[in-house]
C-alpha cells in the first residue's frame, strides 16, 4: 500500500484522490481552499488546509515519510513551481508535478519534480488518435516511439491464425490480447483463429503501427 502526498484538489486532484482510494493507497490530501478540502474527505485518508508555498507547512506534513508526492496545482504555475521546489528542499522522495505548458514542465523539472504529467496534452492526443482512424478503439503511448493500441480485426484475417499470416514478420507487431465483447484473451498463441467482431491489443512503434491501421 502506497502513501501519497496529495497537493491541490481542483478537479485533476479530486479525480486522483478517487482513484488512489479504489487502489487503496493512504493519501493526505492537501489546498487552501476549505471547500475542495471536504469534496475529497470522502475518498482520502487524511486532509489538511493550508498553503503549500508555506515553508513552515510543507515542514509540519513530514514529507520524506510519503511513497510520492502528487502536485496537482494547475492555476497557478508560480505556486506550483514553489511547491515543488519546497517538497525537494524537505526530502521528498519522489515529486510528480502537473503542468499545463512545455515552458511549465521545464521548469518544474528543473525546480526538483522527479515527473511531470501534461494531462491535458496527454489527453488531446489520446482523443486525436481515438477519433481520427475508425478501426482505433483505445490508445496508450507508452514511450515516444512506442504504444499500445485496441484496434478491429482486419476483415482479411477472418479464419486465419496468427502463425498462418505471420503477424510479427510481416507487420512488426505484438499481439498482446483478443477481445471480444467483454471475453479478454491475453497472449493468444499462435493458432488462434481470428473471427469477425474480434479486437486486438497490439504493441509496436508508432510508425509500424500506423502502417498496419491502414488496412
Not at 72 to 85: A, H, K, P, R, V
Request: net charge negative; glycine share 6%; with cysteine.
Amino acid at each position: 500500500m502506497k502513501s501519497v502526498l496529495l497537493i491541490g484538489l481542483g478537479r485533476f486532484g479530486r479525480h486522483m484522490a478517487m482513484k488512489f482510494q479504489q487502489m487503496h493507497c493512504e493519501v493526505l490530501a492537501v489546498d487552501h481552499d476549505e471547500d475542495r478540502v471536504n469534496d475529497v474527505l470522502p475518498y482520502v485518508t487524511n486532509a489538511q488546509i493550508g498553503d503549500s508555498t508555506n515553508e513552515q507547512f510543507i515542514a509540519s506534513l513530514g514529507v520524506r515519510n510519503f511513497d510520492v508526492c502528487v502536485v496537482g496545482i494547475g492555476d497557478n504555475f508560480q505556486s506550483s513551481l514553489e511547491t515543488t521546489s519546497l517538497l525537494k528542499e524537505q526530502g521528498a522522495r519522489f515529486v510528480v508535478a502537473r503542468a499545463n505548458r512545455d515552458v511549465h514542465a521545464k521548469f518544474l523539472l528543473r525546480n526538483g519534480a522527479d515527473d511531470v504529467v501534461y494531462p491535458e496534452k496527454q489527453m488531446a492526443i489520446r482523443t486525436a488518435v481515438r477519433y481520427g482512424n475508425d478501426n482505433v478503439y483505445d490508445y496508450v503511448q507508452l514511450t515516444g516511439d512506442h504504444s499500445i493500441y485496441e484496434t478491429s480485426t482486419p476483415a482479411s484475417w477472418d479464419g486465419k491464425t496468427i502463425v498462418e499470416l505471420q503477424v510479427r514478420q510481416r507487420y512488426h507487431i505484438n499481439i498482446l490480447a483478443v477481445k471480444r465483447g467483454d471475453v479478454l484473451e491475453p497472449l493468444p498463441s499462435a493458432d488462434h483463429v481470428f473471427r469477425a467482431g474480434e479486437s486486438l491489443l497490439i504493441l509496436g512503434s508508432n510508425s509500424d503501427i500506423e502502417k498496419f491501421l491502414h488496412f
